[in-house]
């Protein structure tokens, strides 16, 4: 089968996916180990073991255990590592929220800063870039629901890139910082506000990117001159990007209908088309490869079907779709 990533680094971008090890059953499947470790992706993404309530699950006290786990596949198999995320409204350690807590914007800001900066200081030689702030704008173009927003309010978002800009320029490194947000796929009021966090930040002298998450259904409007015209935006404004959670799932379906998977190779064909017409962007991501790990079951009752292989790892004809489109 053709190698996803050679055709995505031929073209100068990379083709990975997101993992979620240890303890869910991808770390001692071998089949799933022997394509993750291979050449097909050239990038990895830990699905959970960088966020918050891993990384710092005690106020001060961090833990790298779990993201360890991606690094170090990362690194013995030489593919470049997406670092995710810092900050979010979800998967938050609990002191953050916890009653024992009495958090002001005093108090947090700080905090805020330390978890930032002592994580992106400690992975600095490996992480290719990190999701800083994690899906912070509703669907109208206002900041969503957030802890983070309801202590310190909303310069919560640009003193978190600030706090990230700071620490990559003190370690030396090209880390490049993130937003990352879903539904941001085709033109809307969300996507304007994402454009104008990265102007405002290019006013201060930082520069961000952009993650388009890109968690589609088969029946999305989400075409691909939508996803063209977002990415046109943000070459426009001379930002990096990357498709960094691609999957496309199955709503559920009426009796006796079966799933089209032709439809989903469509869609996926559209996506990774898109990203390749730009030299922006930087790669694309799939959240994670085989439908048994998939996230989307778990979230989206009675939908899935949503990864490029799968359970009994058959190549679905999205794979072959994706290598057409790379
Ligand atoms: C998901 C993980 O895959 C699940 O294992 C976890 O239970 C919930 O989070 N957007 C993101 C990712 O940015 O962090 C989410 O990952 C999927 C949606």
Redesign the pocket.
């Known amino acids: 089968p053709p190698y996803l990533n050679e055709l995505a680094a031929a073209e100068g971008k990379y083709f990975g996916t ?1 993992t ?1 090890q240890p303890g ?1 059953g991808e770390d001692t499947d071998i089949i799933y180990q022997k394509i993750l470790n291979g050449t097909i992706f050239g990038q990895v993404t830990p ?2 073991g960088m ?1 918050g309530m891993n990384t710092e699950p005690e106020l001060g006290v961090f833990n790298y255990t779990m993201g360890d786990v991606v690094v170090q596949i990362a690194q013995d198999h030489n593919k470049i590592l997406r670092c ?2 810092l900050i ?1 409204s ?2 938050q350690p609990e002191w953050l929220t916890s009653e024992n807590y009495t958090w002001t914007r005093e108090t947090l800001l700080p905090v805020m800063e330390n978890h930032i900066k002592t994580l992106i200081t400690h992975w600095a030689d490996v992480c290719h870039a990190w ?1 800083v702030v ?2 912070a704008f509703a669907s109208n173009g206002t900041l969503s629901a957030s802890p983070w927003l309801d202590v310190i309010g909303p310069d919560y978002l640009p003193l978190a890139f600030q706090y990230a800009h700071e620490a990559v320029q003190s370690t030396g490194k090209d880390i490049k910082i993130y937003y ?3 539904g941001i796929e085709s033109p809307s009021e969300k996507v304007d506000a994402v454009y104008q966090l990265v102007r405002d930040l290019q006013a201060q002298g930082i520069q961000i990117s952009v ?1 388009l ?1 890109s ?1 589609f259904t088969v029946l999305d409007p989400n075409t691909f001159e939508a996803q063209s015209a977002v990415m046109a935006g943000l070459q426009d404004l001379g930002v990096t990007f990357a498709l ?2 691609l999957d496309v799932r199955f709503p559920t379906l009426p009796p006796n209908e079966t799933y089209s998977y032709e439809a989903q190779a469509f869609r996926y064909w559209e996506s990774v088309s898109a990203c390749m017409q730009y030299s922006g962007c930087e790669g694309i991501t799939v ?2 490869f085989a439908d048994q790990y ?2 989307i079951p ?2 989206f009752e009675g939908e899935g079907e949503a990864d490029l292989y799968s359970a009994d790892y058959t190549r679905k004809p999205a794979y072959y779709a994706v290598a057409e489109a790379l």
């Open positions: 997101a979620d869910t699905a959970n966020k995710h995320n979010w979800s998967q999701d994690n899906e990352n947000d879903y993650g998450e968690h960094t959670e959240w994670d998939s996230w778990a979230t």
